[in-house]
């Protein structure tokens, strides 16, 4: 089970950091990430780490955002800066199994083995 916390509301500019539970699994065995699905749109792919603990970002975040994990608490962060209105977004993350290589780090498939409920993340004056 994935459980995702930390959104809210912020203004432009601003920071949150999202936080990813895991239980049932050990994160470190497999390739997790982020995701985000904003109003109308696709989902899309923003950051992950492979159990090889290779991490990939997608272009588009230009350095924004920052994925880290903490192995003790089984937990994945999304540190999230400079926070743009086209950042407005309910942020997911997900898990792939195996066997590998999974395709989650690509950041373009969304046919993961386990997806949380997702986190709101609003970007308002």
């Known amino acids: 089970q994935l459980v995702e916390s930390g959104g809210g509301l912020v203004q432009p500019g601003g920071s949150l950091r999202l936080s990813c539970s895991a239980s049932?699994?050990?994160?470190?065995?497999?390739?997790i990430g982020w995701f985000r699905q904003a109003p109308g749109q696709e989902r899309e792919g923003l950051a992950c780490?492979?159990?090889?603990?290779?991490?990939t970002y997608a272009e588009s975040l230009k350095g924004r955002f920052t994925i880290s994990k903490d192995s003790a608490n089984n937990t994945l962060y999304l540190q999230m800066n400079s926070l743009q209105f086209e950042d407005t977004a309910v942020y997911y993350c997900?898990?792939?199994?195996?066997?590998?290589?999974?395709?989650?780090?690509?950041?373009?498939?969304?046919?993961?083995?386990?997806w949380g409920k997702g986190t709101q993340v609003t970007v308002s004056t």
């Open positions: 997900g898990v792939e199994f195996g066997p590998f290589p999974t395709h989650l780090c690509s950041l373009t498939r969304l046919d993961l083995d386990e």
């Open positions: 049932g699994f050990t994160m470190d065995f497999y390739d």
């Open positions: 780490v492979s159990h090889s603990n290779s991490i």
